[in-house]
């Protein structure tokens, strides 16, 4: 008895703590009068006055990829050959879909979705050691001296209520002789999960469109409700923010000993038309 009255004292308090006093509203607006012999009725306008908003949260303001510390990778990142000696570029179609951007896989690597928010890397053999080598059979492997591929992820969320919006990144162009690394992004978005991938490669000084346009229509809140219903539920439920799946891989060539750091700039547009195409 004595823990039932306490439990219900408790809640008593948490309802009492939530509970706000609201008076009537009287419009500015002039009043309505109907009268009738045994019915009367009236008419009320119920306004939501929204004012625009376009929002990004980044969860990750750094992303390191410490390679002094590439033989203890956790879950959180993988470094590994690549697939073929060099990039793998192709163009993407539909082009406008794309905003007639090309596909970079960082040396032949790619990834595929797995159970949200996570990616299943497919590359080479993974790398543990830096600089790169290996001894099989008590020789040396030139093979295993090649330059590799490191991938990390990140959750981005973004809010746009205006009708359109699209979501870039920009990269900085450093003039010292740091901060040069090869460096290749993607967007998946949670109301798009498990459609297809491909990473872009974003060079210094560059810009790249990551939402396709076929996403781009709508707000985000409607986007995200939509999601719920038509099976792909790996969207928050109630809340009007996407989340997105940032993919960033870097290849690890001849850069130079150091931080070198890459300033990447995400702009999420809102617009009350469609977006053209830009080709």
Known sequence: MKKLIIMTAVLGVCAVAGAQTVAPSISTDADQVNKGATSASVKQNVNLILPQATALHLTASSLDFDISKIGQQDANWYCAYGLTNGDQASALTPKDEFWGQTQTLPLGTFYDVATYPNIAVKAGKQVTSYPPVELVNGKVDNATKNYFVCYRTFILQKFSNVGNYRLSVSRDAP??????????????????????????????????????????????????????????????????????VIVVAVVVDGDKAGKNTAVLTYTLESSASVFASTN
Do not use: F
Request: hydrophobic share 25%; proline share 3%; charged share 25%.
């Open 175 to 244: 003039t010292g002789d740091m901060g040069h690394q090869m460096l290749y992004i993607q967007e998946d978005p949670c109301n798009a999960w498990g459609q297809a991938t491909g990473l872009y490669k974003l060079d210094e000084g560059t810009n790249k469109i990551l939402t396709p346009r076929s996403l781009t229509e709508g707000t985000t809140g409607k986007q995200a409700s939509a999601s719920s219903k038509d099976g792909r539920n790996v969207c928050r439920k109630g809340t009007s923010w996407l989340d997105d």
